[in-house]
Nanobody, 121 residues
C-alpha cells in the first residue's frame, strides 16, 4: 500500500518562506505525477503545482514565480519551496501521487493527510 506523509507546514509572516516535503512509501511505479494541492478554509481543493516522472512541471497562475516544485525520484519524495508567501496562501496543503499501474493500465491516486500552512498579514 502506498502512503504519503507531508511535513514542513507552519505559521509564517507574509513575505516569508516555507518548504514542504512529501515522502512516499510502498510500491510506486515509475510512470507517475506528484503534485501539491491546497484547500483554503471554506473552499474547494485546488491544484498548486505538479511534476511528472520526467520532470515536467505545471503551476497554478496564483503561485507562478513564487513557488517551485521539485522531486527526488530515488527517494520517492516531492518538495514545494514557497517564497513571498501571502495570507491568501493559507490552506491545508496535500500531497498527491497519480501513478500508472503497468499491468492493468489504469491510474491510481493516493493522498497524504495534509499539512497546515498559515500566513499572517
Amino acid at each position: 500500500q502506498v502512503q504519503l506523509v507531508e511535513s514542513g507546514g507552519g505559521l509564517v509572516q507574509a513575505g516569508g518562506s516555507l518548504r514542504l516535503s512529501c515522502d512516499a512509501s510502498g510500491t510506486i511505479f515509475s510512470v507517475n505525477t506528484m503534485s501539491w494541492y491546497r484547500q483554503p478554509p471554506g473552499k474547494q481543493r485546488e491544484l498548486v503545482a505538479a511534476i511528472t516522472h520526467d520532470g515536467g512541471t505545471n503551476y497554478a497562475d496564483s503561485v507562478k514565480g513564487r513557488f517551485t516544485i521539485s522531486r527526488d525520484s530515488a527517494k520517492n519524495a516531492v518538495y514545494l519551496q514557497m517564497n513571498s508567501l501571502k495570507p491568501e496562501d493559507t490552506a491545508v496543503y496535500y500531497c498527491n501521487l497519480h501513478v500508472l499501474q503497468p499491468v492493468l493500465k489504469v491510474f491510481n491516486d493516493y493522498w497524504g493527510r495534509g499539512t497546515q500552512v498559515t500566513v499572517s498579514s
